[in-house]
């Protein structure tokens, strides 16, 4: 059955939830993601029970637990900060929710030993938070609430500022917890983690979730303004359709001509193309069903692995590519250039952006 919300709303100061609608099935990996601000991490303890709904119910496995407290839920909670106790080891910090519930000293002992040697923390069982890492303090907080069995766990920016390494291990230890059959509620402000890890997910913005579904049909098909530029659709305009040629619409972008695959039932739409779906190029190379612009390079910057491209072609477009293809296509900035996409790079987007 799973987790629902239905018509959640929290007023908290000024800031307020709107009537959240969202489902998330046993053994699922969902992720909310959104900007800072957005309301994520109140929606999760609102879900976990720390402050009540002003309207609407909270169903788990088929029961309203809109007002059962928060210890008796059974959620898992692993809040952004790990909120470790200080004066704790390792093994006590494991040991206390299992405490709390009322265990004897020998099961507690016999489950602490498992969660132990599960997540890969047997060696740091007698260390104290404070000669942990930022990552070990992490997998601490997880041990802590796997210990005690929860089939729901909700994770609040787990991830955040850990080092590259430290990163994957845990994203890893995350798959690992997903495949034994958790159900994951992931908090997230970041589009990379959100993607790699989530199976569906919701988009939400000041309070209001935009967009719900299979993590890829979301990054594929955004539907308003706000979620296109939110998971990095640079390349966003307002566009009229002059003609239809077979399943190719035309496409007048401020005197600019562009093609895109399918009908576009309204005289006027804001389009859309992904920086990764540009290719940028010194030489003319006009290819069947891609759309082909000369411009001028106006800028290049430089991100390490990869180079950011703008290109004035009568619009500004931009585009990604990978140092190695950049260097090796010798470009600079002030050059002539060609940008290339094909038809069914460009993505019509009907609604409008939230306000």
Sequence with gaps: MGLKLAEISKTWGKFQLKAINMSVENGEYFVILGPTGAGKTLLLETIMGFYKPDQGKIILDGENITDVPPEKRKIGYVPQKCALFPHMTVRQNIEFGLKMQGKEKTERDKIATETLDLTGLKSLENRHPADLSGGEKQKVALARVLAFQPKTILLDEPLTALDPETNKALKNELRRIHKEGKTLIHVTHDQLEGFSLGDNMAIIKSGEIVQTGK??????????????????????????TTATEGVVSVMNIAGVTLRMSGPVNNLESTITVRPEDITVLPYPANNADTNFLKGKITECIDHGPIVAITVDAGICLKAVMTKSVFLEKNLETGQDAWVTFKYTSVRAIIHPAPT
């Design 215 to 240: 993590a890829k049909e979301i990054y594929a098909n955004p539907l308003n303004e706000f979620v296109a530029r939110f998971l990095g659709y640079e390349n966003i305009f307002n566009a009229q």
